[in-house]
T-cell receptor, first 118, second 113 residues
Framework: GAVVSQHPSRVICKSGTSVKIECRSLDFQATTMFWYRQFPKQSLMLMATSNEGSKATYEQGVEKDKFLINHASLTLSTLTVTSAHPEDSSFYIC??????????????FGPGTRLTVL | DQQVKQNSPSLSVQEGRISILNCDYTNSMFDYFLWYKKYPAEGPTFLISISSIKDKNEDGRFTVFLNKSAKHLSLHIVPSQPGDSAVYFCAASDAQGAQKLVFGQGTRLTINP
């Protein structure tokens, strides 16, 4: 199956700093990438959808200025948590799929990034 | 509002027996349903899916049943194996929503030897 990687796998940072998380599709071109966050013992909540070369679409309640998403190439999307605070500590997971919004293709998930903000 | 619900946070099953995980949804626009398996600190792994035009899909030990009138789906695993122990998420999407997935809360399945 298709492989999606995330880097770093875990990061600890101080409050107020910014953290960048990378999501890469290793063996396919990901036209669309999704970013999720998961709090302990809770569901995966979609944060935003990004299509290569265009601005990300954020879900209701997600601050776009705080969670900056860039999808500059067909194999890389980045999520930057700006001015991180302890409440941003969570497990962030990306997924990627081929094809545009009008096609249905399986999403492949990355292994996730554990962010801890002190 | 929780559009996809997994009301059982945990389930314990004897090895060799059948595991049945349940999922309910509220949005009638959902037309595609998926089950994912997830281990701690890892991303979800796709297991099996079903389109709303079907009521059953089978893949090896895994079978998903869809009851559209009840807005209910279930995943059957038979026979259950210790390696099946994980958290199982059901997810749903609709063709109009750019295939965004809405996940349930997950059910932790434990298979006892």
């Amino acid at each position: 199956g298709a492989v999606v990687s995330q880097h770093p796998s875990r990061v600890i940072c101080k409050s107020g700093t910014s953290v960048k998380i990378e999501c890469r599709s290793l063996d396919f071109q990901a036209t669309t990438m999704f970013w999720y966050r998961q709090f302990p013992k809770q569901s995966l909540m979609l944060m935003a959808t990004s299509n290569e070369g265009s601005k990300a679409t954020y879900e209701q309640g997600v601050e776009k200025d705080k969670f900056l998403i860039n999808h500059a190439s067909l194999t890389l999307s980045t999520l930057t948590v700006t001015s991180a605070h302890p409440e941003d500590s969570s497990f962030y997971i990306c997924s990627a799929r081929e094809g545009g919004p009008s096609s249905y293709n399986e999403q492949f998930f990355g292994p996730g990034t554990r962010l801890t903000v002190l | 509002d929780q559009q996809v619900k997994q009301n059982s946070p945990s389930l314990s099953v004897q090895e060799g027996r059948i595991s049945i995980l349940n999922c309910d949804y509220t949005n009638s626009m959902f037309d595609y349903f998926l089950w994912y398996k997830k281990y701690p600190a890892e991303g979800p792994t796709f297991l099996i899916s079903i389109s709303s035009i079907k009521d059953k899909n089978e893949d090896g030990r895994f079978t998903v049943f869809l009851n559209k009138s009840a807005k209910h789906l279930s995943l059957h695993i038979v026979p259950s194996q210790p390696g099946d122990s994980a958290v199982y998420f059901c997810a749903a999407s609709d063709a109009q929503g750019a295939q965004k997935l809405v996940f349930g809360q997950g059910t932790r399945l434990t298979i006892n030897p």
